[in-house]
């Protein structure tokens, strides 16, 4: 048996674009919906949250209506070419609403020449320069007061949060470095309140835009499972696992291809530019992707050859024996009381290592350019990098000293990772690339033996089942971390976001530490690129 890696690469093609998809939203969403549309970590934090709240629903309803679908085209393949062609359309056209409400904050703000003022040259401003807009900043908000188009109570809360304490900064004639931090961070306050009084003036905009958005999120949902679900239609069981490890390859590619996107067109840095380039070269490649998958993947032909290769190899008595098995013996097959435990606390660690990582991942965009003075793209893409390096040797080191020992090798690492951020400057910055690439490896680590860890107390008969827990508790926290994250940055700043992450990834390590099941020994006798074969979102 051979797997054919050149027909397992054109059916990841789709795998490729939805993980390129996904790279970019995270990556540029929440950055407009704080800044271009006001919205605070919490709100942006909830619509961010979208996405997972929609999977956890339409993910399994999509799979099982592909299950049952019955075309010339095949089972899975028009829910690609429908979910995938709505979706990057959808994806296009958030750019014409993000420009529009672009337009309207520069024709009703200096907001983006003074951040543009502040941020883009990396030099410190000068008194004067500061003092400058600081008059500008105080008179916009007098001028929305006396228009009428903010209450007294509003004008009130904002000199009180903004205006007096820029002013106290520069009541003395020269700005040191902690009060240009200081000022920084209260004209972002500003340039957030700005936005919003825009967008709630004229919420057309930012409607059209979530409407779209939503259209575009709904359609991905429509997809993922028949995408995913076809590279076993197409493949005997025995090569399913070197097959799995091809597609997860593919997708952490589509995610760096994004982020190449988003880093030469100089968008992963600056808050108020133009995001048509990435829009439109995400949106457009989505659409090739899509013509040379279609071109290269006659999905009944290949699910044919693979019935044909069952039958040669035998393969299809194992699947009638596993669907002869008696109900009442698979309703025996209970775990035991220690089994359970370990099961729960597995899933209890699963949800806390994602609070604390998924809320990294969906504020960084936010976070770097603000605190740290540097794109996030770069980080990101060691990261990635990292882990793809690092998945073959922590495979191998796994099968030595076992799952839970090198998962909680990782926990440590992502602790003392995220933890040490919290202590860098503009000026340390830097240091955040060695940082990244450490917590690519640290993630590999955790991922590569999490989910063989819950499926190892499976019996064969309800992996899915167990499958449908690990992705509950995955996704659950994916849905909770980005609001729960972004109340406390709306309370305690943005520089809340690392010590959170710390605290709930320190915490899965007691969780994962008392766990005694699931930690069976490996035997990886098959190609290094199996070490691959784990989900990789």
Not at 328 to 346: F, G, P, R
Not at 362 to 368: G, Q, V
Request: proline fraction near 3%; charge should be negative; aromatic fraction near 12%.
């Amino acid at each position: 048996m051979k797997l054919n890696y050149r027909k397992i690469f054109y059916v990841g093609l789709a795998f490729l674009l939805i993980s390129m998809f996904w790279q970019t939203y995270d990556s540029i969403i929440t950055k407009i919906l704080i800044d271009k549309f006001g919205l605070n970590q919490t709100w942006s934090g909830l619509v961010m949250a979208l996405d997972n709240i929609l999977a956890l629903f339409l993910i399994p309803l999509f799979g099982s209506l592909s299950d049952k679908a019955n075309t010339k085209r095949g089972r899975r393949t028009p829910f690609i070419i429908i979910g995938t062609v709505i979706a990057a359309f959808a994806f296009m056209a958030l750019t014409f609403t993000d420009n529009v409400q672009k337009s309207k904050i520069n024709a009703q703000s200096e907001i983006i020449n003074n951040y543009n003022t502040i941020y883009e040259s990396g030099d410190n401003l000068t008194y004067n320069e500061w003092n400058s807009i600081y008059l500008q900043v105080e008179n916009e908000w007098l001028e929305l007061k006396n228009d009428e188009i903010i209450s007294n109570e509003k004008y009130n809360e904002y000199e009180e949060d903004i205006i007096t304490p820029m002013g106290e900064i520069l009541e003395d004639d020269i700005v040191s470095e902690d009060e240009e931090n200081d000022l920084k961070t209260l004209f972002d306050l500003h340039a957030n309140k700005r936005a919003w009084v825009v967008t709630s003036r004229s919420p057309s905009t930012f409607i059209i835009f979530v409407a779209t958005l939503f259209i575009a999120l709904l359609s991905m949902a429509t997809f993922r499972s028949p995408a995913v679900a076809l590279m076993p239609d197409v493949t005997i069981k025995p090569l399913r696992s070197k097959a799995n490890a091809i597609i997860n390859l593919m997708g952490s590619f589509g995610a760096l291809i994004s982020l190449g996107i988003l880093m030469l067109f100089g968008l992963d840095r600056l808050s108020y530019v133009d995001y048509t380039p990435a829009f439109i070269a995400v949106g457009l490649m989505m659409i090739m992707l899509l013509i040379f998958f279609l071109l290269k993947v006659k999905e009944p032909e290949l699910v044919a050859e693979k019935v044909s290769e069952e039958v040669k190899y035998n393969l299809e008595i194992d699947e009638v024996e596993i669907n002869e098995v008696e109900p009442e013996k698979l309703a025996d097959e209970k775990l035991s009381k220690d089994k359970k435990i370990s099961l729960i606390l597995i899933l209890t660690s699963v949800s806390l290592w994602f609070m604390g990582y998924n809320a990294v991942t969906t504020k960084l965009s936010d976070y770097a350019p603000k605190v740290l003075e540097i794109g996030y793209g770069i980080p990101i893409y060691i990261a990635h990098g990292a882990a793809l390096l690092a998945f073959i040797p922590i495979g191998i080191l796994a099968t030595k000293i076992g799952r839970k020992k090198i998962i909680l090798i990782g926990i440590t690492l992502l602790t003392l990772c995220f933890g040490s951020v919290y202590f860098l400057t503009k000026d340390t910055a830097f240091i955040m690339y060695l940082i990244f690439g450490l917590t690519g490896i640290a993630w590999a680590t955790i991922n590569v033996n999490s989910y063989p860890m819950v499926v190892e107390l499976a019996k064969g008969s309800n992996v899915g089942k167990y499958t449908g827990y690990y992705y509950t508790f995955s996704m659950g926290a994916q849905i909770l971390t980005p609001i729960f994250s972004g109340f406390l940055m709306d309370q305690f700043g943005r520089i809340a976001l690392f010590p959170y992450a710390t605290v709930f990834v320190a915490m899965s390590f007691v969780t994962m530490f008392l766990v005694k099941h699931g930690d069976a020994k490996i035997d990886k006798k098959g190609s290094l690129i199996e070490n691959f074969d784990v989900d990789m979102d």
